[in-house]
T-cell receptor, first 114, second 115 residues
Framework: AQSVAQPEDQVNVAEGNPLTVKCTYS??????LFWYVQYPNRGLQFLLK??????LVKGSYGFEAEFNKSQTSFHLKKPSALVSDSALYFC????????????FGDGTTLTVKP | DTAVSQTPKYLVTQMGNDKSIKCEQN?????MYWYKQDSKKFLKIMFS???????INETVPNRFSPKSPDKAHLNLHINSLELGDSAVYFC??????????????FGDGTRLSIL
């Protein structure tokens, strides 16, 4: 079985400050990991993914994420937050040996205040 | 050009009715999905098709029946609608769904409200 935990329902940061949205996962084998963002009344949009290789993955809109195998984490980060980054963020995991299903976390609402 | 398009965007109907939601993707993907997002924004996979073949069928009431006439289309028919079916339903697609290392592209959802 595979699972994803996003321990924070809500993250608040000031514009210009660094942000971190946390994600931990559990899979039997090696993971494929993804981050998505959802703006109000829109579908999820892909931000970045980890498949293999370099633990630091860079994605869209200045976001990056660090894969940590020993801590089974894949935290999303951005050095300087923008008000427009305010949205709902989802982490997703897929076991490389799985049957085709990705499991999504419960989501974290990021609010960036001016 | 919309990559994954769903119709209708809003659906308001009475309990007990039957309704369908349509989804089309123009990305050339071979795998399509239906998700349900509830009022707390939790996202759950319902079904997935790869090359018109059902590959994921989660624990969903059999009132829900997906149909994939071709790789670019995945429709969802719901019989005897219940209050608990009120949610936002998202269609998504990806390349090589069986491999699993490709991101999914989502439509903007169909907001279903049961009166």
């Amino acid at each position: 079985a595979q699972s994803v935990a996003q321990p924070e329902d809500q993250v608040n940061v000031a514009e210009g400050n660094p942000l971190t949205v946390k994600c931990t996962y559990s899979v039997s084998g090696n993971p494929y990991l993804f981050w998505y963002v959802q703006y109000p009344n829109r579908g999820l949009q892909f931000l970045l993914k980890y498949i293999t290789g370099d633990n630091l993955v860079k994605g869209s809109y200045g976001f990056e994420a660090e894969f940590n195998k020993s801590q089974t984490s894949f935290h999303l980060k951005k050095p300087s937050a923008l008000v427009s980054d305010s949205a709902l963020y989802f982490c997703a995991v897929r076991d490389m040996r799985g049957a085709g299903k990705s499991t999504f976390g419960d989501g974290t609402t990021l609010t960036v205040k001016p | 050009d919309t990559a994954v398009s769903q119709t209708p965007k809003y659906l308001v109907t009475q309990m007990g009715n039957d309704k369908s939601i349509k989804c089309e993707q123009n990305l050339g993907h071979d795998t399509m999905y239906w998700y349900k997002q509830d009022s707390k924004k939790f996202l759950k996979i319902m079904f997935s098709y790869n090359n018109k073949e059902l590959i994921i069928n989660e624990t969903v009431p059999n009132r829900f029946s997906p149909k994939s006439p071709d790789k670019a289309h995945l429709n969802l028919h719901i019989n005897s609608l219940e209050l608990g079916d009120s949610a936002v339903y998202f269609c998504a697609s990806s390349l090589s769904g069986q491999v699993g290392n490709q991101p999914q592209h989502f439509g903007d959802g169909t907001r279903l409200s049961i009166l």
